[in-house]
């Protein structure tokens, strides 16, 4: 006889605030606890140091982390001047320092180095894995993990404000693998005065933004106010995070062939004019996820939504 599967069957996606020193795994915890949910996931993992838009997916929504994982990121982070750590923010010893401070018109230069297609070398304490631990924990021992360069994308790099000679605030918009911390760094030693991030918020995961972001205060005041109830009026639709992907509405003939994982051949005006993947609804009900190819719809995932 199965087992019982603990907690209620929540299926769609809840925009944590994740407040500052707290892990991703913690945040993740508490919400899913809160919600008693049988399942729940988060989609990019931040430092405790940081806050800001932590996506946590429950139930079916966790075979859509993926698509929400390689979205744009946005970020508005601090940086300190003078001083470089070995975790590249404050909570690590300082490594190097200077007595130097960069101009605004410095700084401004230097960023045109930091868009585009950039050679990173991640943070020493960083999630990557090296001979399969995490570097962390290897920094954490005492070695030096040797990570290699990786080429990431920021697509926009600005200076918000430079408050006095020893801060500067930044807000950038980047892909995935980018590490805010590596790019204070860097810039940090191209400028000649070392540098480290101080403080970190992100404000955008793939389509989900700071604006539509709840902290967990107002999580448990909602739940202390109405209930489990209440707390279901923020929990957005699973396909949330599939805005890049192109839908397709489908008869309940098709959807059930493409639940059984069965390929769908699209003819006439109904045919796939494109390449590439798509997801399928049915009366308005998340049915799978898929490839359209040749005037066919593949099925890669399919959802159980009831």
Not at 3 to 27: E, H, Y
Not at 242 to 250: I, P, Q, Y
Request: glycine content about 10%; charged content about 25%.
């Amino acid at each position: 006889m199965a087992r019982r599967k603990k907690g209620r069957p929540v299926n769609g996606w809840l925009i944590l605030d994740k407040s500052l020193g707290r892990t991703s795994t913690q945040a993740l915890a508490a919400v899913k606890r809160l919600y008693d949910a049988q399942k729940a996931g988060h989609a990019g993992t931040l430092d405790p140091l940081a806050t800001g838009v932590l996506p946590i997916a429950f139930g079916e929504a966790t075979k859509t982390v993926s698509y929400a994982v390689d979205g744009e990121k946005a970020y508005r982070f601090t940086v300190r001047w003078g001083a470089e750590t070995n975790t590249d923010d404050s909570e690590g010893e300082v490594t190097h320092s200077s007595p130097n401070r960069p101009t605004i018109p410095e700084i401004e230069t230097c960023m045109d180095d930091f868009v585009g297609e950039v050679e990173q070398v991640p943070p020493q304490f960083s999630a990557i894995k090296v001979d399969g631990q995490r570097a962390y924990d290897l920094a954490r021992d005492g070695e030096k993990p040797v990570l290699e360069a990786r080429t990431v994308i920021i697509d926009d790099l600005r200076l918000i404000d430079s408050p006095d000679p020893d801060t500067a605030v930044f807000e950038a918009e980047c892909g995935k693998g980018t590490y805010v911390r590596a790019i204070a760094r860097d810039m940090g030693r191209k400028l000649g005065c070392y540098g480290h991030v101080i403080e970190l918020r992100r404000l955008k995961v793939g389509p989900f933004t700071d604006e539509i972001a709840l902290s967990q205060d107002e999580l448990v005041a909602a739940f202390e106010a109405g209930g489990l109830e209440a707390l279901s009026q923020f929990v957005h639709p699973v396909e949330a995070a599939l805005d890049d992907l192109t839908e397709f509405a489908l008869t309940p003939a098709d959807a059930a062939s493409l639940a059984r994982g069965q390929t769908v051949l699209m003819r006439g005006r109904d045919a796939p004019m494109f390449t590439g993947p798509f997801y399928a609804t049915s009366k308005g009900r998340l049915v799978a996820l898929g490839e359209a190819e040749r005037g066919q719809l593949r099925p890669t995932r399919v959802f159980n939504l009831g």
